[in-house]
């Protein structure tokens, strides 16, 4: 089974504070996500890498940033977390698709609080 | 960006009951995904289809995609409690860079008090 964690459930931070959201898949999945999830608006495509080192922007980047410096593992960058990022944040794998579609695997999600 | 529009935002279900809930999209998508998220749990792949017109079953789960393929719908027959949770929808285009996906903003599912 394939498995994507996610280093914390619950995060608490301050404004303005530097944030680290870490992921970790074990299938050697050349694809990965971050998703914002917020009620109403479904899930949002903050940024994806299709292989190491690769990023490209997703819907709503701004305020964020992100590492992929091994296959296995994406970062969710925080530069300086504001309040309007409080959000539960979602991170996603799936392998390269040959035909048809590639199934995302999701994470548990980190629900993040920035008072 | 493409937006997909799904309704209802919320239901209640009965014990038993057919329930259904659709998305619709301002653009054509080649994939349309179902996916459901149970609660403090990442969402989960329910069913995938991949040409317009196309009507899958996953046990009590029936998704069609529409033939103008810019909208999809699920229907879940006899529900049960285990139904609960939130109910996604998901667009790809063809070759879409690095497999991303348009979601909708969900279908929550709750049990009639």
């Known amino acids: 089974d394939v498995k994507v964690t996610q280093s914390s459930r619950y995060l608490v931070k301050r404004t303005g504070e530097k944030v680290f959201l870490e992921c970790v898949q074990d299938m050697d999945h050349e694809n990965m996500f971050w998703y914002r999830q917020d009620p109403g608006l479904g899930l949002r495509l903050i940024y994806f890498?299709?292989?190491?080192?690769?990023?490209e922007k997703g819907d709503i980047p701004e305020g964020y940033s992100v590492s992929r410096e091994k296959k296995e593992r994406f970062s969710l960058i925080l530069e300086s977390a504001s309040t309007n990022q409080t959000s539960m944040y979602l991170c996603?794998?799936?392998?390269?698709?040959?035909?048809?579609?590639?199934?995302?695997?999701f994470g548990n999600g980190t629900r993040l609080t920035v008072t | 960006g493409q937006q997909l529009n799904q309704s209802p935002q919320s239901m209640f279900i009965q014990e038993g009951e057919d329930v259904s809930m659709n998305c619709t999209s301002s653009s054509i998508f080649n994939t349309w995904l179902w996916y459901k998220q149970d609660p403090g749990e990442g969402p989960v792949l329910l069913i995938a289809?991949?040409?317009?017109?196309e009507l899958t079953s996953n046990g009590r789960l029936t998704a069609q995609f529409g033939i103008t393929r810019k909208d999809s719908f699920l229907n879940i027959s006899a529900s049960i409690p285990s139904d609960v949770g939130i109910y996604f929808c998901a667009g790809q285009l063809y070759k879409a860079a690095g497999n991303k996906l348009t979601f909708g903003g969900g279908t929550r599912v709750l049990v009639k008090p």
């Open positions: 289809l991949y040409k317009a017109g």
């Open positions: 890498s299709y292989d190491v080192k690769m990023k």
């Open positions: 996603a794998s799936s392998r390269q698709p040959g035909q048809g579609y590639s199934p995302l695997h």
